[in-house]
């Protein structure tokens, strides 16, 4: 079964400060790795996408990691801002069509002043 | 407009009545989604269209659910018979190609179903 498992469910950091989130997914065949932000009363929005052949992704602030061997994924960012607060949402595609993107809970990060 | 917009924001029913949902995608987006989203889970698929026909169903809970998007632009999701369990939000997202590709998400409209 196509799964998403995120860590940790949730997380307070203080402002400035940096943080990283984990993903392990256990999809097959995989084809594509996403991140996305989820604001509060919002819609995801995409921060990055990685094939199977990309170790790392830049968006800004936020750098993501994939590796495929393992099947793990993590998302850094550095240098917090308040506006960072946001459910960070894993999601792993493997290419069977609509449902074949299988999301993860997120993982709900609260940034501290 | 420049963005998903589903309408409306927020829906309170009574258990028992039926409801329509209104998703307008990106202009020029040829695949359309939807999912439901409970609180404190991600986004779960219900419904997936290619141009006016849907290419998946497989993720619509039961018959009480049913999408439409005619024109291969504007869709509607509807829920008959509606029950307290179906409170949640309902996201839709749209795609330039479809399958891997990005996707834009609504804002969502939170159905309360009391």
């Known amino acids: 079964k196509n799964q998403v498992e995120q860590s940790p469910q949730s997380l307070i950091i203080l402002e400035g400060k940096n943080c990283t989130l984990q993903?392990?997914?256990?999809?097959?065949?995989?084809?594509?790795l996403r991140w996305y932000k989820q604001d509060t009363g919002r819609g995801p929005v995409s921060l990055t996408i990685?094939?199977?052949?990309?170790n790392t992704k830049s968006n800004g602030r936020y750098t993501a990691t994939l590796d495929a061997d393992t099947k793990q994924s993590s998302l850094h960012i550095t240098a917090s801002q308040l506006s960072d607060s946001a459910s960070y949402i894993c999601?792993?595609?493997?290419?069977?069509?609509?449902?074949?993107?299988?999301f993860g809970k997120g993982t709900h990060l609260i940034i501290q002043p | 407009g420049a963005g998903v917009s589903q309408t409306p924001s927020n829906k309170v029913t009574e258990k028992g009545k039926y409801v329509e949902l209104r998703c307008d995608p990106i202009?020029?987006?040829?695949?359309l989604y939807w999912y439901r989203q409970s609180l404190g889970q991600g986004p779960e698929f219900l419904i997936y269209?290619?141009?006016?026909?849907?290419?998946?169903d497989s993720g619509l809970p039961n018959d009480r659910f049913f999408a439409v998007r005619p024109e291969g632009s504007v869709s509607t999701l509807k829920i008959q018979r509606t029950e307290r369990g179906d409170s949640a939000v309902y996201l839709c997202?749209?795609?330039?190609?479809?399958?891997?590709?990005?996707?834009?998400f609504g804002a969502g409209t939170r159905l309360s179903v009391l």
């Open positions: 997202a749209s795609s330039p190609t479809g399958g891997g590709g990005i996707q834009y």
């Open positions: 269209f290619q141009g006016t026909g849907a290419a998946d």
């Open positions: 202009s020029g987006h040829t695949a």
């Open positions: 990685m094939t199977f052949s990309e």
């Open positions: 999601v792993a595609y493997y290419g069977g069509g609509a449902d074949g993107l299988t």
């Open positions: 993903c392990n997914y256990t999809v097959s065949p995989f084809s594509n």
